[in-house]
């Protein structure tokens, strides 16, 4: 383990610690059920140089007011919802509509001023190394660090065959969409059982939502690269701690044979049955 893996570790075991020594703060009233959506959304200026997009979407979010944000990069806006009771009469109608209106509210001021918002998961349109970011010091800090301590030895090329894309510069998340359910839970206990269904039904909605396939105006031939993207840009782990590499070596059942694996989903996606290549 190295030396940013230990204090991370140290931090958060503190963080932790102090929580679970404060677990009536946590516990909230039977009877309500409050969930709130969060939606990051591409945001295009067609034909527009890199450094005039942020001030065209700096000025949508100004128009459409406190439910819409910046986020990492500058072709991006975020809009999210309050917390809504579902438990009461209509409570999740209610939380739908009011999506509903502030999505509907971002698109016409983005079309107000000359831009678009693209209902995709990546921004196909913007480059992937020294990807444009908004001009926040946080924004410049952790991609920034996520690119100094990288490991030197993660491929940081994705894609099938001849397809390959760079993906080397941590700020490429920036080009990542995601749409966040927020439910909350009235006790430690019910964030476990809460936890555990979504564990559960994960990998159907990862499947149902996968529409990240663009990226820097390619087809990269994965029905979502945004696991991939994020692992590789952001592997600054030890060797003892890379439990999710996609780089780890396997032997495949079917064919008996031993390689590398740069990444499952890779293979898989060629052949249903072996995880290493097409027989």
Request: aromatic share 8%; with cysteine.
């Amino acid at each position: 383990m190295n030396t940013h893996e230990s204090e991370m570790r140290e931090a958060f075991v503190q963080r932790a610690e102090q929580i679970l020594s404060e677990e009536e703060r946590f516990v909230k009233p039977e009877g309500m059920q409050r969930m709130g959506f969060e939606s990051e959304l591409a945001f295009d200026v067609e034909s527009a140089p890199l450094d005039a997009i942020e001030p065209v979407r700096n000025m949508v979010i100004d128009e459409v007011g406190t439910s819409a944000d910046t986020e990492l990069g500058v072709a991006q806006i975020e809009i999210r919802t309050p917390p809504i009771d579902i438990l009461k009469c209509g409570g999740m109608h209610e939380l739908g509509r009011v999506y509903q209106q502030e999505l509907e509210a971002t698109v016409i001021a983005a079309r107000r001023h000359g831009a678009h918002i693209l209902r995709v998961g990546a921004h196909p349109f913007l480059p992937v190394l020294g990807t444009p970011r908004t001009h926040k010091p946080k924004y410049r800090q952790v991609p920034d660090f996520y690119n100094a301590h990288r490991r030197c030895d993660v491929e940081t090329r994705i894609g099938l065959g001849n397809v390959q894309i760079d993906i080397g510069d941590a700020a490429v998340v920036s080009l990542f969409q995601s749409f966040q359910v927020n439910i909350e839970a009235r006790s430690f206990y019910d964030a476990i059982l809460k936890m555990d269904r979504s564990l559960m039904i994960a990998p159907y909605l990862l499947t149902l939502g996968g529409n990240a396939r663009y990226l820097n105006c390619t087809d990269s031939h994965y029905t979502d690269l945004r696991m991939v993207a994020w692992e590789k840009s952001h592997d600054t782990r030890a060797n003892d701690m890379r439990l999710l590499s996609w780089e780890r070596t396997c032997r495949c059942p079917w064919c008996e044979k031993t390689e590398s694996m740069r990444c499952s989903m890779e293979y898989t996606a060629i052949c249903g049955f072996c995880p290493i290549r097409a027989h």
